[in-house]
């Protein structure tokens, strides 16, 4: 009873942790991917953004590369004032720079104005990688963390004709920067937004699965002081309700267990009291006469020693159950016969069936073997074929079968006695408990002899099963295993 009740309350003592385990395992459930598609989003929109960018300024390049050659801007100076319109007029000078070099890398132009002067009066050459791969025929874009190149080559409207210039469009990618900013500022919110949600979402989750758990603590803690009446309510059809339904059962197994121990305790103090008080009266009764009768002598101590005998079996007994119930059971095994055995147990009783002229029947048509310890299994079914005897009024019958299919021996005890009721026949083979309450010399006993053979069977891997109806009698089936049956 202590060790599962240890066991239940060991479970509990984590249950303060298993909301926050709950928190941190949802959190992480909904965050990740949520972070995961984020970053995927943001990616991608980066490089759509990158692509359509480099496609935009590389056209934009090749129509101010193409207007360069059709106007002959790089040989006629006097176009400085048309290519300035068409800059004008094309694009947004604040957002983009655009430099056109000669076929020798020098800057003709420059849409920054401030750098014109500059470029003109110095005759500096302008020889970036994108440049000189738009030079050589090859149109080239670079990105840089805040702006992109795009180079192309001014080409003339001639076969064969080589470049005589090129165009550099240069667009800062601030709008890019800005834009990927408040994606993710936008993010920060929806996260503190998802995580304030989470986490109510996540206390009423908790609340209602560890609910349960609690009524189950609040149950084991009073269990534990001893209160066994206790039961865990039930609600709905989930696995909660199955554990506390669990629960029930082992707690009524355990009230039951202590109801045996309890009214093992009052029927052991009950029949070893009537013995020794039998005795104690008998002996005294001796004592105190001067001249006692030879024959009334040898009388008293005939029942003395009865009751000394009775005492011996109820001690017996109980060696008996306590030598069962050890962990590592030391049985005596050896193959035996069936057959002989119940011819045994029948020529013992018979005596016992001939007082009450119950008809005691043994119908063996075939030799059945079987592997265990005969002694202990024959004290098993001893009990079974005994209570049939005792428990059937006088001019009954009592029939034992011996049977067996493939894998099993089948012994069924049949009677005609008083019969068990439907209640009483689910705790019959609970130890310490007795069918008949009212403890007579006849019928009367401690409530050991099924425990003893339900155990007993259990060792041996059998089974043994019980139906009954009031007023018409009592069957028994016990299965064991065929010695055969233990090499198939």
Known sequence: MNNAINRIKSLYIQMASLRWKMFFSYLALSMIPLIFYAITALRTMDETYTHEKRQ???????????????????????????????????????????VVVNASGVVVNDSDWANVQHWSEQGLKLFSPDILRA???????????????????????????????????????????????????????????????????????????????????????????????????????DEFAELGASFNNMTERLSRVDEARSEFVSNVSHELKTPLSSIKVLGESLLLQNEVDP??????????????????????????????????????????????????????LKPLADQKNIGLYLNDPTVISVEGDEMKLSLALSNVIENGIKYTNDEGNVTITLDSDNINAIITVKDTGIGINEAEQTRIFDR?????????????????????????????????????KENEGTTFVIRLPLLESRFK
């Open 56 to 98: 935009d300024l590389r056209n934009y390049a090749n129509r101010v590369a193409s207007k360069v050659a059709s106007e002959n801007f790089l040989t006629d100076p006097l176009k400085d004032a048309f290519f300035d319109t068409y800059i004008d007029e094309q694009r947004d000078i604040t957002s983009y720079r655009i």
């Open 135 to 237: 030079l050589d025929r090859q149109s080239s874009s670079s990105v840089m963390d805040s702006h992109m190149n795009v180079a192309v080559p001014v080409v003339p409207r001639l076969a064969g004709s080589e470049p005589v210039g090129a165009v550099l469009v240069q667009a800062s990618l601030h709008d890019k920067n800005l834009l990927i900013s408040n994606m993710q500022q936008r993010l920060v919110l929806l996260t503190v937004f998802l995580i304030i949600i989470i986490l109510i979402l996540v206390f009423f989750i908790s609340q209602l699965i560890i609910e349960p758990l609690k009524s189950i603590l609040a149950v084991v803690k009073r269990i534990t002081d001893g209160r066994l009446d206790q039961r865990v309510k039930l609600y709905g059809h």
């Open 295 to 348: 024959g009334l002598f040898k009388e008293f101590l005939t029942d003395i020693n009865s009751e000394v005998d009775r005492m011996t079996k109820i001690i017996n007994d109980l060696l008996a159950l306590v030598l069962l119930d050890r962990t590592e059971q030391v049985l005596s095994v050896a193959p035996f016969k069936l057959n002989n055995m119940l011819e045994d147990i029948c020529r013992r």
């Open 432 to 468: 310490f408990y007795r069918v008949d309450k009212t403890r007579g010399r006849d019928t009367g006993g401690t409530g050991l002899g099924l425990s003893i053979t339900h155990k007993t069977i259990l060792l041996h891997n059998g089974a043994i099963r019980v139906s009954s």
